[in-house]
């Protein structure tokens, strides 16, 4: 503690985070703002007094004379601004004074545009509005979606001075009729992009929605329904719970995690790793539309990534109020809340049955404080495996093909790989596919920031996605909804020698 | 704590189903624990808790292993708790080691020399062929696992008494007896020093200087025990007397640097903080001082001429200091000797850091001296008070130092000016009233102003007030841009330095960066003070100042 203190007396304030306005909620930072757009400084403050005022100003790269920025708003650790339209492209100093403090500095980038949409999560729920015949707004939303020919509003900024002529709305995958796009009238920094709902769009609750204004986009997705009616939640949520959802509150799910995994030193030192646990959790509309809207439920080509962290929070219940749980297959009976299978060495060509194998499984509750005895089956599908021994062998002047039972796996099973070297490189390549493909190639030019005589190691990963995560939906004792979901994967590890 | 603890088992937990959890590295550096207090301020001797975990602390490339190299593996190991300390004993477990060269469907076993949970210690073959190889690992009968190495042909380091420290060196006697070098027992002129490391690997063309003075390497290569290096070096004539005197150790084209303690007569050194002989014994022996550390910084930021302000602060922590903390001070600072700037590239470096068990453990706390309520920092022009510093916190801190606030550059006054300056004690139980005085320089400032434009086809030269500045002082200097960044260390008494063009192209036209120049005192010169505590035992005071301008940079 005391060194803590010390070091943060010694660091004194810390580099603002800056962010586009409309990715507040989100929890998204960028050192990109759009000209004219509504920005937000995060900055540490040092002193008890309350701040109330704050200036703004940029300061390009070849220039001496800070450009003022128009302050939108002032509070504790934020101050809202506008970044001067004029501000020349490129490099600049954000400088921002807070009430009486010193003033600080940081480095942003200043583009054309950068749109983003004011939303919740990272990607959704956006809060946009459907406008009905009497010009009264309804928040989009699981119970309240839009409908064929209602006009939609969706809130953002970053679009510059973009004519409304390049920008372009698709939902479900149906060019939309954009009404307006443009400043918001009286609001600073803020774009509206209006648009009507065309015949032909698809139904669901969470129908992808594309804005794209010249050779950018910004995707998300809106619930649509062609009565107006609540949509059909992929989860079979109720409509109580999705109003719940809706009006921001989170619904008790319990999440049953079944892993099972290879990891093969070599053909003759291979094992079983498996597990089955339940977690108590609190999901919101973005916990839960996240399941059917980010990766990795798209396919990714292969491409070199920069290690990285996401992070979430969620809350979490204890889910031994649901009883003494188990799930249970045909051969197999793992009990919950945490069940680890003994394992041990064998080898690859002859891996001791899984636990957690392809095929029907019963979840069951004798019962509990909070739900009575309950049950659902649910299908997994088998075990991935790659085909071939281990070590692998991966030839770096050519495209390599790794293949694995594809054929145990349904469409919605999505399979990423990584394939990492060792310390200096650090290199890690990383590819989706959908795991029925069975197959994908690791293009020679990829393979090639390997180096050669190395080792590394490759690792493959299957998972359920979207609709093909089972599911099932209980009442509990006080009435609030419990949602169920199996959360399934399985992995094989193999050492790699490049050559 | 907690949070970072369950991020490390999650992570442990992810690891699982991508098999990299181990991690290899020279046992030279390996540093079993690091410990951090839960509860912070207890009363003295009271009882506190403590937990850690196993982390290389060192900046060492991991995962780089040579033939014959005695090696740490550390992976991930289960919570081990204690009720009450000692430190928890490391419990026994069954280990299995296997090393597959690349290209190789072969395995060769390893000799595991300890093995503990959460580290293992094994020695590399020393006919391991080079390049990429897996470590196949099996615990206590669980499923193989594996992380890969990368096999060289060596990697040498020296144990220390501490990272980066001073190496645990011998003067070899008669009969097979051998002494320890340390502060009360210095090497001599003529004397063969054994110093022990490991990772020299087979062959290895070797030099030495100690002092700055050729010395000959008489013996360095493998040890009669399993995986260790052994080096003899003669302590040559003509190197100067000292407790840090710089030691290099040059094997193929690579350099370690060390220091030892070197005298003509053998007689104990002259302590550069003129620590008693008894004091050094006690340092020698593993023992600690109670040491107080004044921290003096001065920071000044200025994004324009107009548009500048300085951040200042003053604070003195209370702690016990060892023979490597002590030594910590007088490891020679790499590239003093002149200007030298080079390209860091951005997102390689750092170490890994490795768990090796998780730790709870009950400890007494060991007490710190009592000062008294205030600490006085007074020159003729300022008093700074720094308090809360009574037992048991030993942290005490200025509340009366202004807060930043903006000026412009060319007007920016300092609560911590240069000169003359007076340490007072208001008294405590273990320390009456008492005072020392010391000097310290100008804070630095760089000419010129705000923002500093850089042009990018020309070498760019960077001046400040250098001649503020003693021989102890050091610059550290750093233009980061958005992709770049390059890093220069000078003596600040130079007042100028070079940044080459070639460095600066590395950075895009028309972008912005930051150009911070860091000043700190080192060795020597740091002012220091001693007093004998009312218990007979020895309280040293050093005074640490730090000051740094950092200002907006334009690239052309």
């Known amino acids: 503690m005391r060194a803590l203190v010390c070091l943060l007396l010694i660091v004194g304030i810390s580099p603002a985070q800056v962010q586009n306005a409309a990715d507040v909620n989100a929890g998204v930072y960028t050192t990109v703002l759009a000209q004219g757009s509504l920005a937000v400084i995060n900055y540490s403050q040092v002193t008890s007094t309350p701040v109330l005022s704050a200036t703004v100003s940029l300061l390009s790269a070849n220039s001496t004379t800070p450009v003022p920025a128009q302050v939108t708003g002032v509070k504790p650790f934020t101050i809202s601004f506008v970044v001067p339209v004029g501000t020349p492209l490129g490099d600049a100093q954000l400088i921002y004074k807070p009430g009486s403090q010193a003033t600080q500095w940081t480095r942003v980038t200043i583009v054309p545009a950068n749109l983003s949409l004011f939303r919740t999560g990272s990607s959704g729920p956006l809060l946009a509005q459907n406008i009905n015949p009497d010009g009264t707004p309804v928040l989009n939303g699981l119970t309240s979606p839009a409908q064929p020919g209602q006009p939609i509003v969706l809130w953002g900024t970053g679009l510059g001075v973009t004519p409304q002529s390049a920008i372009q709305v698709a939902l479900g995958g149906v060019a939309q009729t954009v009404l307006y796009a443009g400043a918001a009238p009286g609001q600073a920094g803020l774009n509206q992009i209006n648009f009507q709902i065309a015949p032909g769009t698809p139904d669901g609750c969470y129908v992808p929605l594309t804005v794209t204004y010249f050779s950018q986009s910004f995707t998300s997705y809106l619930s649509k329904t062609s009565d107006g009616l609540p949509c059909h939640h992929p989860f079979q949520l109720s409509v109580a719970a999705m109003k719940l959802l809706d009006s921001g509150t989170s619904i008790q799910t319990g999440e049953i995690a079944l892993t099972t995994g290879i990891q093969a030193p070599s053909s003759d030192r291979a094992s079983r790793q498996e597990s089955a646990q339940v977690l108590g959790l609190y999901l919101n509309a973005t916990n839960i539309a996240n399941y059917f809207t980010v990766p990795p439920s798209a396919a990714q080509p292969c491409s070199s990534l920069t290690n990285g962290l996401s992070a979430g929070s969620l809350g979490g219940f204890d889910p031994s109020t649901l009883g003494a749980m188990k799930v249970q297959s045909a051969i197999s009976t793992l009990t919950l809340p945490w069940t680890q299978p003994p394992q041990t060495d064998s080898t690859l060509s002859s891996l001791p049955p899984p636990a957690i194998s392809g095929g029907n499984w019963t979840w069951s509750t004798a019962g509990g404080a909070n739900l009575q005895a309950s049950s659902f089956t649910f299908v997994l599908p088998p075990p991935v495996q790659i085909a071939g021994n281990s070590p692998l062998t991966l030839n770096r002047s050519q495209n390599q093909t790794i293949a694995w039972n594809g054929s145990g796996f349904d469409s919605s099973a999505m399979l990423r790989l990584s394939l990492s070297g060792q310390y200096p490189g650090l290199s890690v390549l990383t590819c989706s596919v959908p795991a029925q493909a069975g197959s994908l190639i690791l293009p020679a030019n990829l393979l090639a920031q390997f180096n050669s005589g190395s080792t590394g190691s490759l690792s493959v990963s299957v998972s359920e996605t979207g609709s093909g995560i089972p599911y099932a939906q209980f009442n509990q004792v006080n009435g609030s909804p419990l949602l169920m979901i199996v959360s399934w994967s399985s992995t094989d590890a193999r050492p790699v020698d490049f050559q | ?556």
């Open chain 2, 1 to 556: 704590m907690k949070v970072l603890r369950i991020a490390i088992l999650l992570c442990t937990l992810a690891g699982i189903s991508f098999a990299q959890v181990g991690n290899v590295l020279n046992a030279a550096l390996y540093q079993p624990t690091n410990l951090e207090v839960l509860n912070g301020v207890v009363a003295n001797g009271a009882v506190e808790v403590i937990e850690g975990f196993g982390f290389v602390s060192t900046i060492a490339p991991a995962n780089i292993v040579a033939p014959r190299m005695l090696a740490v593996l550390t992976y991930a190991a289960p919570e081990i708790i204690a009720s009450l300390g000692p430190f928890p004993p490391a419990a026994s477990v069954a280990a299995t080691l296997f090393l597959r060269p690349v290209g190789s469907n072969s395995v060769i076993p390893l000799t595991v020399t300890n093995a503990v949970s959460g580290a293992i210690t094994f020695v590399v073959p020393s006919n391991f062929p080079l390049g990429g190889a897996e470590l196949l690992y099996q615990i206590d009968n669980q499923p193989t696992q594996w992380t890969n190495v990368n096999v060289v042909q060596s990697s040498f380091e020296f144990f220390r008494i501490s990272p980066g420290g001073p190496a645990i060196a011998q003067v070899p006697g008669e009969e097979g007896s051998s002494g320890d070098v340390g502060l009360a027992t210095p090497a001599q002129p003529g004397q063969t020093l054994l110093l022990s490391g490991s990772g020299l690997g087979n062959g290895s063309t070797v030099s030495a200087t100690i002092g700055g003075v050729t010395a000959t390497v008489t013996y360095a290569g493998a040890y009669p025990a399993l995986g260790l290096d052994e080096v003899l070096l003669q302590v040559p004539s003509g190197v100067p007397d000292g407790c840090y005197v710089p030691v290099t150790f040059t094997y193929n084209k690579t350099t370690v640097t060390t220091t030892i303690s070197k005298t003509s007569d053998g007689s104990p050194c002259k302590h550069p903080w003129q620590l008693s002989v008894n004091d050094m014994k006690t340092l020698d022996s593993g023992g600690t001082l109670a040491s107080g550390v004044v921290n003096l910084s001065s920071q000044l930021n200025a994004v324009t001429s107009t548009i500048a302000s300085r951040n200042e602060s003053a604070n003195m922590s209370l702690s016990q200091i060892g023979a490597g903390g002590i030594a910590s001070y007088f490891t020679p600072a790499p590239a003093v000797s002149g200007p030298s700037c080079s390209t860091v590239t951005l997102g390689t470096a750092g170490s890994i850091p490795a768990v090796n068990g998780i730790f709870s453990v009950l400890q007494p706390i060991p007490a710190l001296p009592d000062l008294g309520s205030t600490i006085t920092l007074k020159s003729p022009t300022t008093s700074i008070t720094l308090t809360g510093g009574e037992a048991p916190s030993g942290y005490y801190f200025s509340q009366n130092l202004p807060q930043p606030a903006d000026g412009s550059l060319d007007n920016l006054p300092t609560s911590i000016p240069s000169g003359k300056w007076t340490w007072q004690s208001s008294g405590g139980k273990d320390l009456p009233a008492s005072s020392f005085g010391f000097t310290l320089p100008a804070p630095i400032q760089l000419n010129g102003n705000a923002p500093i434009s850089m042009r990018r086809d020309q070498d760019q030269t960077i001046t400040w007030n250098g001649a503020a500045f003693d021989a102890g002082a050091t610059v550290h200097i750093n233009l980061s841009g958005t992709a770049a960044l390059v890093t220069c260390t000078v003596p600040a008494g130079t007042g100028t330095v070079t940044i080459p063009a070639a460095l600066l192209s590395g950075f895009a036209a028309n972008t912005i960066g930051t150009l911070t120049v860091n000043l700190n005192e080192s060795g020597s010169f740091l002012p220091h003070a001693q007093f004998q505590l009312q218990n007979g035992s020895t309280l040293l005071v050093v005074v640490s100042f730090s000051s740094n301008d950092s200002r907006a940079a334009a690239f052309q």
